[in-house]
């Protein structure tokens, strides 16, 4: 009853990492893409500030410097191997962007303009380095529409608008995966050689999120069900500047281009928590310094936000502060901060350039997901065994180039450098192997998933169980954990989950049924919260976007490992790759 | 505040022809228009369809047709579109509706693919990045913030009457390539909006720039291709 298609390489997901994987292995390969959004869609085009790669345009720099930022950003959780690889391959990703024709920002001398961003550093002089390659402020926005335009150009098959439901995986190989096709309703099997998980994050278990309604964590939950682990999913990213209440987000280009935070007191507090980087700290530190000025009762008003002051006036103060030369004025920040300006305009009813702005941390980025590795190939276990024909990359996955924390910018770094790397091996990977036999009956249990959603007529309604996790999620599993919390929110996710199996839909249709697709993701969340609450709980310690209060130390005698965890709970952890860099005290 | 919803809804395995649900919902005169529809969704009727995402104007999904004018829902404030207590939502003109506020997209993506919508230039790039100076990169900025949200075309009188019309969008993706210093397919894509269907039957009505709901100076953007293929000149 379903219908059937052959592809070499099949990649779930349009964002920068799917489309880099397509475009490389569409060039020796038959490739389709299959996305439950139009590609465009994609909430990679969301990414504002800038990709980094130690190109030195403006000044010196190096890639290994940008490597041990990234490993310091990361609290020294970060495979030293996967970083290395990183760093030294964003910069020939860069200038493959480039020629590809992405309209990257320029220097006066017509090479590709950089900024200064969260975290990156000239390691000799410890002060920040203009290394983040931009498009304004919206250089995700150009990267997603540069390779979706390439993918057009190498004719990409594209299936827009299809769900990714179940994956087929038969004794320790990926044979294709089964979706639905919105607009009909109909079930179509993917059958293939190789399988990319490039699905993205899953912000959504959290209610202040940057993040697009449509992160919620498909891959990495289609993963875990088909019994693979999942990677330090307690590292979960909080950006410290969302917008007040609404959690959109506005780009450390704000502060890379001289924004502060200031308290109610009016100080600019992140000079008592980072004496050197300032407001320029990595972003789990910035976004505890933020909640503990709240605890200390200098939020605006009393109240849990502070402000982000980019007022030019402002911003020249601190300037001189430091004894930086650089000053602005309103024309420049508008040119190089046209997005958020105006999404401060719109979406809060004030003028960035004469106020400051009301901010919060918002939840933004999973550091964790489906563990890969160096050729994106998915992990079976904590030993390195592989799943033969499955690949993730981009959010989704987990490499570990972000250890505990990712600095910014670095998250388009990932996508271009093992999206292009994954797509490559691929390509390698289907030229020399046959197509695996699949059974007629292979798309039943996504079939009987739907329907049993479908059909259910309990009591409980989806919008309200997801409305409850969010709000457990942002109370205990946010910036700050403790045990008691950790505890209360993982028998609420449990009663959730038990909740979930008595929800009804209203809508009973098959075509373009999104009621029906809503409640499908509940599922990935749900699935996902109590992983991720659990891998939290067992790691009685804080490192990076993991913090404690009850352990408020890093433990690198015990806790220097991934967690790896199942769908049964269980859990087993592996060893950090180390290198160059030996864990040391991290101070900003 | 109270605000009364007019949707226009349509479903393919039930409905003959659309007809108007009526929904009073309870919002925050600083909520996104879109943040409504979603309370309707999900706390008085699931059926409802429409397409959403990144819930703060940069996807594209959610352009629709609120008080007869196009935007996309997530970047128009319940205090700006209120209208006597009432806003009226309804699918964009133009394109086939398939269930509720959704519409296929395939005839507009189509035009986007027909102007060769990315960078031809096969001569070898070099190691390093193609030089570009900031006055070449300003010439087709405006064009880079396009989102495909189909608001231009959909709200495009030209359009509606005649289907093969390329449409604004697909102009501006043009143009983005066109004027772009870097880029050698100008003529190819020349020729394609000098064709019939192409960038002449644009009759400066001005819709287009007036709804972008990234600013983009789509009339002007068209303006300047229309110059081109006048001219033979790119400048």
Redesign the interface.
């Known amino acids: 009853m379903a219908q059937y298609h052959q592809f070499d390489a099949l990649v779930v997901g349009a964002g920068g990492a799917g489309l880099m994987a397509a475009l490389y292995a569409s060039k020796s390969v038959n490739t389709a893409v299959i996305s439950k ?2 590609p ?4 990679t ?2 990414a504002q500030g800038g990709i980094s790669a130690a190109l030195g345009n403006m000044e010196p720099d190096k890639w290994e410097w940008h490597a041990y930022d990234t490993v310091k950003g990361g609290d020294f959780l970060s495979d030293q191997d996967a970083v290395d690889i990183l760093c030294k391959e964003a910069v020939e990703a860069v ?1 493959d962007l ?4 992405l ?10 303009s950089q900024r200064r961003f969260g975290g990156h550093s000239n390691n000799e002089t410890k002060q920040p380095v203009q290394r983040a390659c931009h ?2 402020d ?1 250089t995700g ?2 990267i997603l ?2 390779l979706y ?2 993918c ?2 190498n004719n990409v098959r594209f299936f827009d608008e299809f769900q990714m439901i179940d994956m087929i995986v038969i004794d320790g190989t990926c044979r294709g995966v089964v979706a639905v096709e919105l ?1 009909t309703g109909e079930i179509h099997v993917f059958h293939a050689k190789a399988v990319m998980l490039a699905t993205g994050g899953f912000g959504k278990m959290w209610k202040i999120s940057s993040n ?3 992160l919620t964590g498909d891959g990495p939950s289609v993963a875990l069900r088909c019994g693979l682990p999942l990677q330090d999913m307690e590292f979960y990213q909080f950006h410290p500047t969302g917008i007040y209440k ?1 959690g ?1 987000l506005l780009s450390e280009a704000a502060r890379g281009e001289g924004a502060i935070f200031i308290n109610d007191k009016g100080e600019r507090f992140m000079e008592r928590y980072a004496p050197t980087m300032k407001d320029l700290a990595s972003r789990d530190v910035c976004s505890r310094s933020i909640y503990k000025e709240v605890r200390a009762g200098n939020g605006i008003g009393g109240k849990d936000y502070v402000y982000l002051d980019f007022r030019p006036e402002r911003i020249n103060k601190y300037f001189e502060a430091d004894g930086n030369p650089r000053r602005v004025d309103a024309e420049y920040i508008e040119k190089r901060l046209p ?1 958020i300006i105006e ?1 401060v305009r ?4 004030i003028d960035p350039i004469t106020e400051p702005v009301p901010i919060q941390p918002t939840a933004h980025y999973a550091m964790g997901g489906i563990p890969t590795d160096l050729d994106a190939r998915v992990l079976l276990d904590e030993n390195g065994a592989i799943v033969h024909g499955l690949y993730a990359a981009g959010e989704a996955a987990c490499v570990s180039v972000h250890g505990a924390n990712r600095l910014g910018t670095n998250s388009l770094v990932d996508l271009i450098v093992f999206g292009r790397r994954g797509g490559k091996k691929m390509a390698e990977f289907a030229k020399q192997t046959e197509f695996l036999p699949i059974s007629q009956e292979v798309h039943k249990p996504a079939e009987a998933m739907l329907n049993g959603i479908r059909n259910n007529d309990g009591k409980e309604h989806p ?1 309200q169980i ?2 409850e996790l969010q709000l457990h999620m942002d109370e205990h599993v946010g910036v700050f954990r403790t045990k008691q919390g950790l505890e209360a929110a993982l028998e609420e996710i449990r009663g959730l989950k038990e909740r979930y199996k008595r929800i009804h ?3 009973k ?7 029906l697709m809503e409640a499908w993701e509940l599922g990935c969340l749900l699935d996902l919260a109590e992983v991720t609450a659990i891998s939290a709980l067992a790691r009685q310690e804080s490192r990076g976007g993991h913090y404690r209060e009850d352990f408020p130390d890093r433990d690198d005698k015990n806790f220097l490992k991934h967690t790896n965890v199942w769908s049964d709970n269980h859990m087993s952890y592996k060893p950090v790759r180390m290198g160059r860099y030996q864990p040391t005290e991290r101070k900003y | 505040m109270k605000v009364h919803f007019k949707i226009k809804r349509f ?4 409905d003959k022809k659309s007809y108007w649900g009526e929904y009073d919902v309870e919002a925050e005169e ?1 909520d ?1 228009v879109l943040d409504a529809l979603q309370t309707v ?3 008085i ?3 409802l ?13 959610d352009a629709m047709r609120i008080n007869g004018r196009n935007s996309l829902a997530c ?1 128009l ?1 319940i205090r700006d579109a209120v209208q006597g207590g009432k806003i009226v939502v309804e699918p964009i003109l133009g394109l086939p509706v ?3 506020l ?1 519409v296929d ?1 395939e005839p507009f ?1 189509a035009h986007y ?1 027909a102007v ?4 031809i ?1 096969d001569t070898e ?1 070099g ?8 006055e ?2 300003a010439r ?2 405006d064009s ?2 396009c ?2 949200c189909a608001c231009c075309t959909t709200s495009c009188p030209s359009f509606w009457v005649r289907g093969d019309y390329v449409g604004p969008a697909a102009i501006v993706q043009a143009h983005r ?1 066109i004027f ?1 210093s ?2 050698q397919g100008a003529a190819k894509r020349l020729d394609v909006l000098g064709e019939p269907e192409g960038v002449w039957r644009c009759r400066t009505v001005f819709n287009c720039s007036e709804v972008c709901p990234r600013d983009i100076q789509v009339t002007q953007a068209i303006g300047e291709v229309k110059a081109a293929l006048i001219t033979g000149r790119i400048d």
């Not at chain 1, 480039?98 to 024709?101: F, W």
């Open positions: 959004l139009y465009t869609r994609s909430h085009g969301a200038i480039e020629h590809m024709g309209p990257f920002d320029r220097t006066a001398d017509g090479k590709i498009a304004a919206r926005h150009m529409q540069t335009q390439q057009i150009k607009k697009a309604h449509s609404m959109i997005d999404f719109v979406y809060m009813g919008g997801r409305k839909i209203d809508d249709g098959v075509q373009w049924n999104t009621d | 479903n393919p395995e039930k600083s996104r969704k999900w706390e009727d699931g059926t369809n429409f397409r959403r995402s990144c819930a703060h104007g940069i996807c594209g999904s970047k404030l398939i269930k509720d959704i997209m993506f693919r060769m919508p990315y960078l230039n790039p190691e390093r990045e193609r030089l570009q100076s900031p070449e990169r087709f900025d880079t913030k989102i495909l390539f772009d870097r880029d």
